[in-house]
């Protein structure tokens, strides 16, 4: 048994008082019979023994009385430890895509919300946070409208990351019972779990289920057999077990233009392919009829006007492997020998490569720095035979390269830096054997640039990233068969293509992304993106033949935004959310080291009031002093 007010237990002390009462009255006093008198001596004797029976019941009634009404006033309980400590209560709300799954009629995250409402005590002082919000130190009746309009996330936090999150809002108060609580379906994507994380916290977890858990979803769209009369858009979806097909929709801005069913395999995949024009815009939509999650069942795509890419060779080598990677329906590609070259055109172009001139002269290599300064993409070939010197003034200003002594040992290009940006979805799988290309002679090299394909003795052939790119040996056929290599054609492919980032067919919302917008912009002038009446200016660097701009998860919403400058539209953009949470797979709560796991958000706080119950006793205590009132009322009246 516990006390409110355990001070006023000196109170007991006051129990003496009737204690030297009841002795005073009960001092013994020696008494002399008389003779006239002795007869009631055994009277008298018998009546003083009922005397001091009374006396002592009403001292035992009294001590009681006493005591009790102490007791009371004390406020004495039982309780649990826990009952005792001061609480603190942080909610975690999952509000991501997954919640808009349906239970009842409702969606797991409004149905989550009305138990909220109904649960919490209106006096409760506690903090909630959301995927991307918090509300500190608040009551439920301070965010009640807040929840109720509370809109769906593309983010969802990992268990480790709530964990650390939930950690960082509680006090550093170390007497507290601290309460971490997690609403959530808890959808696989959110594992592993690291309990470690949040030590000190009790975790709580309330698991919302749907009713079904079947779902399609539009996985991915692309360009395929892309020719001047027609392209073919193959779109790639996605089922749970039980559905058979799904009608999908296309349309062209607001107009419906083409409509087809898919049909889904054994492994619940399905592709439609419809065909469009090969000339026309397209602001598109794709779209199908699913109840179940509602945030992936139409995917934005942009087919927008074909840009060519501006691809110079300079050189009197032959450029019959360039001509052959690029094509005229991707590329507008020249070449010239260096005493033809009109220093004018070097600004205009995405990409130059010094195709194994034999010596750079200074005035090209002053337009080549300027150049590169403003966003150009340099590649070096040097010749069998270079003036190392001219090369190394050009060099030197990228990543402090320099060309040393010539090697004329025969080696195979052996070695592919598969992780390297140049070489991103080229390959399916790392290639431990192929025909590997061979050179006779080469340079040595020295550089901080990142290393792409090295010879079988580690030493490199091909360097760099970005806007800069070396080799250290020439590639054509008196040299090298390099030409004739399969890796000829990522290669360079990669290099022009990444020179000129044209606007992907979508992008997806929260994923880093860059883009290069073919145009020039006068001073203090910039572009914006815009969709609607919501408009974002993005990162963006003005060079000379174009503009970069970049993405890093700014934009939150899906559809397809202009690219504009002023108010003409030179681009348009189309952006979606991530498919990670259409694939509803659950976690199982009960291997989560948790301390409570309950299936509603009543059935947790009747828990946690059972764990927090208070069992006051001063009432009983009151009750057993009116009880002995009134027997100290009977003896007084009944015992003679």
Not at 398 to 410: G, R
Not at 426 to 451: C, D, I, M, S, W
Not at 499 to 517: A, C, E, F
Request: proline fraction near 4%; charged fraction near 20%.
């Amino acid at each position: 048994m516990q006390f409110k007010y355990p001070e006023l237990l000196w109170a007991l002390l006051l129990l003496l008082i009737p204690i030297f009462i009841h002795l005073f009255q009960l001092r013994r006093f020696q008494k002399t019979p008389f003779t006239n008198v002795k007869f009631l001596k055994r009277v008298v004797s018998e009546s003083r023994r009922s005397n001091t029976l009374k006396k002592w019941l009403l001292l035992l009634t009294r001590l009681g009385l006493l005591t009790a009404l102490i007791l009371a006033f004390t406020q004495p309980f039982f309780a649990e430890k826990s009952a005792l400590k001061k609480k603190e209560i942080v909610f975690y709300l999952d509000d991501s895509f997954s919640m808009q799954a349906k239970k009842d009629g409702t969606t797991l995250l409004e149905e989550v919300v009305q138990s909220l409402i109904k649960a919490v005590p209106e006096d409760a002082i506690f903090t909630l946070f959301t995927n991307e919000q918090v509300f500190r130190q608040v009551s439920i009746e301070a965010i009640q409208n807040q929840l109720l309009t509370l809109p769906y996330s593309l983010e969802q936090l990992t268990l480790e990351e709530i964990g650390l999150k939930g950690t960082s809002i509680f006090s550093d108060d170390p007497t507290a019972e601290k309460n971490l609580i997690l609403l959530s379906d808890f959808q696989t994507s959110m594992a592993p779990v690291n309990n470690d994380s949040v030590p000190g916290v009790r975790i709580h977890l309330v698991q919302m289920a749907p009713d079904q858990i079947n779902n399609i979803s539009i996985d991915s769209a692309y360009v395929s057999n892309n020719t001047l009369d027609n392209k073919e858009l193959v779109t790639e979806l996605t089922a749970t077990d039980g559905i058979e097909s799904v009608p999908v929709s296309l349309y062209n801005n607001d107009t419906l233009i083409a409509k087809t069913a898919a049909n889904f395999d054994e492994d619940k995949k399905a592709r439609v392919v419809f065909t469009l024009p090969g000339n026309e815009l397209v602001n598109g939509k794709l779209e199908i009829t699913d109840p179940s999650l509602t945030y992936d069942n139409s995917l934005y795509f942009n087919i927008n006007k074909s840009e060519k890419i501006n691809v110079l060779s300079i050189g009197n080598t032959s450029h019959d492997f360039a001509k052959r990677i690029f094509t005229d329906d991707e590329f507008r590609f020249n070449s010239f020998p260096l005493q033809n070259l009109n220093y004018s055109n070097l600004a205009a172009q995405n990409l130059i490569i010094l195709n194994e001139l034999p010596r750079i002269p200074t005035a090209l290599i002053t337009n080549l720095k300027s150049y590169t300064e403003n966003g150009g993409h340099l590649v070096v070939i040097p010749s069998i035979e270079s003036d190392v010197d001219s090369y190394n003034v050009l060099l030197s200003d990228y990543f402090s390269s320099a060309l040393t002594q010539k090697v004329t040992t025969e080696k195979n290009v052996t070695d592919i830096a598969f992780s390297h940006p140049l070489y991103q979805n080229v390959f399916e799988k790392k290639v431990a054997n192929f025909q590997y290309p061979k050179v006779t002679n080469h340079y040595g090299l020295r550089t901080n640039a990142p290393k792409l394909l090295s010879f079988q003795d580690g030493l490199p052939f091909l360097r760099g990233i970005g806007n800069y790119y070396i080799f250290t040996a020439a590639i054509s056929k008196e040299n090298s068969n390099f030409s004739s290599s399969p890796l000829i054609v990522p290669t360079f492919y990669n290099m022009a293509v990444n020179s000129l980032r044209l606007p992907p067919v979508y992008t997806t919302i929260g994923q880093k992304s860059s883009l290069d917008i073919n145009t020039t912009l006068p001073k203090d002038h910039i572009l914006k993106v815009v969709k609607d009446s919501y408009e974002f200016i993005p990162i963006q660097q003005s060079l000379a033949n174009k503009v970069s701009i970049s993405f890093n998860g700014e934009l939150k919403e899906d559809g397809i935004y202009n690219i504009k400058k002023d108010d003409t539209v030179l681009s348009n953009l189309s952006f979606n959310y991530p498919r990670v949470e259409s694939n509803l797979t659950y976690m199982r709560i009960d291997q989560i080291q948790a301390a409570t796991q309950a299936a509603s958000v009543t059935a947790l706080f009747d828990t946690m009031e059972k764990d927090n119950r208070v069992t006051e006793l001063w009432k009983w205590f009151v009750i057993l002093a009116l009880l002995l009132l009134l027997a100290e009322i009977l003896i007084q009246k009944f015992v003679r």
